[in-house]
């Protein structure tokens, strides 16, 4: 039995790497066009650029990981139909339970792989990308200024240069400061350096003019200078936000959750965030089970199967339709939470029951002998 759950093992193993890599490298070409803008506007590294949409492919495997699973093994366990393999393991008294095994073991594995990628891999992952979308966003260093091209930090300083020299400065710079609401400053430099500092970064204008514009007064104001130091501020205020859910591991979750100082809403973001993680990667058995089930459970056809590989994609579609639904709904009540449980557990239960109800053969032979006898 173990070579046959070896052979069965591969080649599931085989069309779920196909499909999951697939689909992933369609949902990665989709979500880096949000990174196009940062490429061309902001002078963003193609190192950088493939980091970050790489970032957020552990999130995206725990979403089509139960999805490629259910379809290689619906392949997988047709196929063998097809090729009449399986009516020969059942022919010499294999159950159906046992011609499952290997499906339900590739579900074991992807559930607890799915677990470390739940808990461990999307946290770190979700908190590098915040990290390096801050930097790109907000960072003087990250955000290169562009030769003839305006660029706005914070939404109150404008800086426009008209060219960069080999070594490092730049000539024609100007400034647009808005620091006060009625007043508005705009310096005009010949040339400038710019400098990076542990506080911020600043720069250094050469041979140039200050004018500030009073718009509640009137009053305009012009100075000449030699050198001028204007500084951008401090441009991390973004780091000091809390962290996001999905950057929490499930522990923190349930502390937060059970945090009397937050808001019931977000306490039943956060309790409902971790049951998820916790029902999660069982579904990669579950879309197992509902994938050979209906083909293991359904008499042999030489017709073909296709009214029963409809029926296990219905029920597949019904129970991750269900499980998003009640993700969501579990964020505004706390006793749906119960229903998710629900929607894992009994699909396995139906599942599992079908499989070990269904006999082989040779038990459906000796049962029409003994009714034929006692006729």
Known sequence: MKKLDIYIMKQIAVGFLLVALSLMSMLWLTQSLRFVEMVTD???????????????MPRVFTIISPIALFVAVMFVYNRLITDSELVVMKAVGISSVLIARAAV???IVLAIFNVFVLN?????????????????KNS?????????????????????????ENNGSAKGIIVSERKKANE?????????????????????????????????TGQFSS????????????????????????ERGIKELFNEANNPNIAKKEALSFRAEAH????????????????????????FNRRGHGRVITLSILFMILVQSLDMAFANMARKNELVVILMYLNCILPL??????LYKTPSFKKKKKMKMETSNEI
């Open 223 to 246: 100075m000449r200078f030699e050198e001028y130091l204007v500084d951008f501020g401090d441009l991390s205020v973004a780091r000091k936000k809390n962290k996001s859910v999905r």
């Open 120 to 136: 461990v891999g999307i946290p770190k992952a979700e908190e590098r990308f915040r990290d390096l979308e801050f930097e790109v």
């Open 276 to 299: 998820r993680r916790l029902i999660a990667p069982f579904f990669n058995l579950v879309m197992a089970l509902i994938a050979c089930c209906g083909l293991l459970v359904a008499n």
């Open 140 to 164: 003087f260093t990250k955000m290169m200024l562009r030769e003839g091209a305006f660029t706005t930090f914070k939404d109150s300083m404008t800086v426009f240069v008209d060219k960069f």
């Open 42 to 56: 902001k002078g963003l590294s193609v190192y950088l650029f493939i980091e970050m949409t790489s970032l957020l």
């Open 349 to 354: 239960c139906i599942t599992g029951f079908l």
């Open 105 to 107: 073991y590739v579900g």
């Open 184 to 216: 508005k400053v705009i310096t005009v430099a010949e040339s400038g350096i710019l400098e990076y500092t542990d506080v911020g970064p600043k720069i250094l204008l050469k041979n140039g003019t200050r004018q500030t514009m009073n718009k509640r």
